[in-house]
Nanobody, 123 residues
Framework: QVQLVESGGGLVQPGGSLRVSCAAS????????MSWVRQAPGKGLEWVSG????????YYADSVKGRFTISRDNAKNTAYLQMNSLKPEDTAVYLC????????????????WGQGTQVTVSS
């Protein structure tokens, strides 16, 4: 059974940091491109960041470039998103998504999705 389980969300003050994790099971994690996607209240899905299978190539939306860092540990079947200098507009549910293969920037679709973890940036 395929599972993507996010964790690590919470409430953080503006300017603070948070690391969210995505634990994968039921598929060959190291063969899949991994992304973080977020959905703010009342808004659509926004792609945030992606990382290729070996971890050597990563990509970011302009809104988070320089503040967020994506990584993965293929031995632990886990992807991470380190978020620094958080802003209120980063408040959203953060979901991880997986798609088989290697891509420039990101794939057109994702086969597997997690349920998400809530990140709230507020004083």
């Amino acid at each position: 059974q395929v599972q993507l389980v996010e964790s690590g969300g919470g409430l953080v003050q503006p300017g603070g940091s948070l690391r969210v994790s995505c634990a994968a099971s039921g598929f060959s994690f190291s063969s899949y491109y991994m992304s973080w996607v977020r959905q703010a209240p009342g808004k659509g899905l926004e792609w945030v960041s992606g990382i290729n299978t070996g971890g050597g190539s990563s990509y970011y939306a302009d809104s988070v470039k320089g503040r967020f860092t994506i990584s993965r540990d293929n031995a632990k079947n886990t992807a991470y998103l380190q978020m620094n200098s958080l802003k209120p507009e980063d408040t959203a549910v953060y979901l991880c998504a997986a798609e088989y293969g290697v891509y420039d920037v990101q794939p057109r679709k994702y086969t597997y999705w997690g349920q998400g973890t809530q990140v709230t940036v507020s004083s």
